[in-house]
């Protein structure tokens, strides 16, 4: 992969690690040599078990949780008379069955809305968003009428018409008052860059030794917090602009409680341990560094783009919008998998080192691929990640949780 291919602004004479090189500590190496995430940050493609379409079991625990909230929201939700199509957007929406599962609930659940007090139902539009290099391909080819699950099975007719918007949610995706519902399923805590104080290793929020910001320094969670308010304020504004007057706005989000200061992203001690931002996470990247492969400043430039807000944050976004209505906001927490698999892990720690490494290619390696800029140093990270994951029993006795907010508005 070339400099090129990964932003515009890079500087052509950096150094790049080819698949057979060898890169040592005498390496000046720069990261992306911008924080704006547009041409780097997606899900993991495909249907491999790297993949995020084979590793999204926490997104969907998170979904099903909050699906009581959805279904509430639009049993309240405005009904629009006389409209020729309704018009659904899921923004953030990934390669997996979450979002075709969601969009199919809000389309049936509207319908029958329409159904039970007597008004003529209207054609549905669902518009499936998410940054462009997202792998677009492998969600429209789940679309069951266009790809049976059998032989014998028949094509479903779906009950809306799809397309795909590529583009940032930070941004204006759609006309201007197009909307009837958009949805943000577990997205929204993704950042739309790496703050620039974050990146530069003269300021004192360069994070030295981590790849976030759980415990970090003052200056460190500052400048993530600051960036994520500037994101919430901006997916607000550009929805205010993109909806109708009663249109609903659904959005799950990963967060933090509301006892847990900033530099705290995680809570408990043992989601703090197990998370795969972070411990895990750490040693992997300082195995490189000891085994000569990359240098210090290679390390301390990766930073995992991702804030969890908490309530207070979530609601000074909308105060300062003003253009929506909050009608619930909820904080939940949610286990990262069953009793019965940590069981099953405990007996095969290299079972469960395979299967988190898994979870972080899924979400983290288009990333990583983009920082280290080769797929070969990248191999050998999440070799030494799923080592570290293994080897830990004590870790595999802890249960993580990860906390969820669940928030549904009126557009005023």
């Not at 104080?197 to 600051?226: C, F, M, P, T």
């Not at 286990?335 to 720690?349: F, G, R, T, V």
Request: a positive charge.
């Amino acid at each position: 992969m070339d400099c090129s291919s990964l932003d515009s602004n890079c500087d052509p004479s950096i150094s790049i690690c080819r698949a057979n090189d060898k890169c040592t500590k005498s390496l000046n190496y720069q990261s992306s040599c911008t924080g704006d995430l547009r041409g780097t940050l997606c899900m993991q493609g495909g249907d491999g078990d790297g993949s995020y379409a084979r590793n999204c079991e926490a997104p969907a625990s998170a979904i099903a949780l909050s699906k009581p909230s959805l279904l509430k929201a639009i049993s309240c939700m405005n009904l629009f008379r006389g409209e020729a199509s309704l018009r659904i957007a899921d923004l953030g929406c990934g390669t997996g069955f979450n979002s075709l599962s969601t969009i199919d609930l809000v389309v049936e659940s509207i319908k029958k809305r329409y159904a039970r007090e007597s008004i003529s139902v209207p054609e549905f539009e669902a518009f499936f968003s998410d940054l462009p290099l997202n792998d677009f391909n492998t969600l429209f080819r789940s679309l069951p009428h266009l790809c049976p699950r059998g032989n014998d099975e028949k094509p479903r007719k779906l009950s809306y018409y799809a397309a795909g918007v590529p583009g940032s949610f930070y941004e204006r995706l759609f006309p201007r008052g197009k909307l009837h519902v958009a949805i943000s399923l577990s997205a929204l805590h993704w950042m739309s860059r790496i703050p620039e104080a974050v990146l530069d290793k003269n300021s004192h929020a360069w994070n030295q030794g981590r790849a976030w910001i759980d415990g970090a320094r003052n200056e460190v969670v500052e400048a993530y917090a600051k960036q994520s308010e500037e994101d919430l304020k901006a997916f607000l504004r550009c929805r205010a602009e993109e909806m109708v007057s009663g249109g609903l706005l659904f959005i799950l989000m990963a967060g933090r409680s509301d006892s847990e200061h900033p530099e705290n992203q995680l809570g408990d001690p043992d989601t703090k341990a197990k998370h795969p931002f972070t411990n895990v996470m750490d040693q992997a990247w300082n195995d490189l560094v000891k085994e000569n492969l990359i240098d210090e400043e290679t390390r301390d430039a990766f930073n995992i783009p991702a804030y969890m807000r908490s309530r207070e944050e979530i609601r000074r976004a909308f105060n300062h919008s003003k253009a929506f209505e909050i009608k619930s906001l909820k904080f939940r927490k949610v286990m990262e998998h069953s009793k019965e698999k940590q069981k099953k892990w405990i007996k095969d720690p290299i079972s469960y080192g395979k299967t988190k490494a898994n979870l972080v290619r899924a979400t983290l390696r288009p990333i990583i691929d983009a920082h280290l800029r080769s797929s070969h140093l990248s191999q050998e990270f999440f070799k030494r990640f799923e080592k570290r994951a293994a080897e830990d029993i004590n870790l595999l006795q802890k249960t993580c949780y990860y906390g969820i907010f669940v928030v549904s508005a009126i557009r005023k």
